[in-house]
């Protein structure tokens, strides 16, 4: 096992790519503790997962905008399985399409906290616990091409994280790594929401592998950077696109 006696923390880990690397990472040998929001219904059935398959999980509710919930996540997690090996940033999220013309100040500033200052919050929290270790960040393909039409918030927001990442992999560096993925189209509840059907046919037949990428796609890769196959990997931001765009 890969990750035997290490520690990992899943944010927004109840649904799509976060269970996905939750269940993925226990799977080989790690403890998980799976931060959720709303989706508890997920965060419970892959904890139920994990254990079924004789691996050891936890679930806590939290809002990671707040300094609370952050650091009540950290300690669970501390308590639980005795630290953190492996942060796993993947809350965030588009909220809603706005062109800046249209955008209240407020969506911007839910936008910026959701998926930047969480990622803040959440690495700083645990790099009490770390004296080594892995990071690894869920950017976006948006932080690289802006993103489509009304999504200029988020994509700025991702393109700080990836920032973030080069920035942490030298701060933390010898002894953290730290890197990140740049997902394009993943078949998720995101671009149920997000992205017209039609949108998503056409990155099929655009794409050079021809279909969207799979939850799993974002876990084995996850994994990948979570573990040493990849010791010699820091501050790298991973294009995982199916080819619809080279970096």
């Keep these: 096992m890969k990750l035997a006696g290490k520690t990992a923390i899943v944010t927004g ?3 799509d790519i976060g269970r996905a690397v939750a269940v993925k990472l226990a799977s080989e040998g790690a403890s998980v503790a799976i931060n959720y929001f709303s989706s508890s219904k997920g965060a419970d059935e892959a904890v139920a997962e994990i254990k079924a398959n004789g691996g050891k999980a936890i ?7 707040k300094q609370t919930d952050v650091d009540a996540l950290v300690s669970r997690s501390v308590e639980a ?6 942060l796993v940033n993947n809350a965030g999220g588009l ?31 645990c790099l009490t616990k770390m004296k080594s270790g892995v990071i ?18 988020y994509a700025t927001a991702k393109g700080a994280v990836m920032t973030m990442t080069r920035g942490l992999a030298k701060e933390l560096g ?6 990140a993925l740049c997902p394009g189209m993943i078949d998720t509840d995101f671009h149920n929401v997000h992205t017209p059907d039609a949108g998503r046919r056409g990155f099929e037949a655009n794409a050079p592998l021809k279909r969207q990428g799979h939850v799993n796609d974002a876990a084995n890769l996850v994994l990948f950077l979570a573990c040493d196959d990849s010791a010699f990997v820091t501050g790298a931001n ?10």
């Design 136 to 153: 690894v960040n869920l950017a976006s393909q948006a932080g690289r091409d802006g993103g489509g039409p009304g999504a200029v918030a």
């Design 174 to 179: 010898p002894g953290i790594r730290v890197n």
């Design 238 to 247: 991973i294009d995982l696109n199916g080819g619809m765009l080279f970096s």
């Design 59 to 65: 679930a806590v509710q939290g809002d990671l905008n």
């Design 95 to 125: 909220i809603a399409r706005k062109t800046i013309a249209e955008m209240p100040v407020e969506h911007w500033d839910a936008v910026m906290r959701l998926n930047l200052t969480s990622t803040f919050l959440m690495t700083q929290a």
């Design 13 to 15: 880990g109840g649904r």
């Design 81 to 86: 399985f005795g630290g953190v090996d492996i």
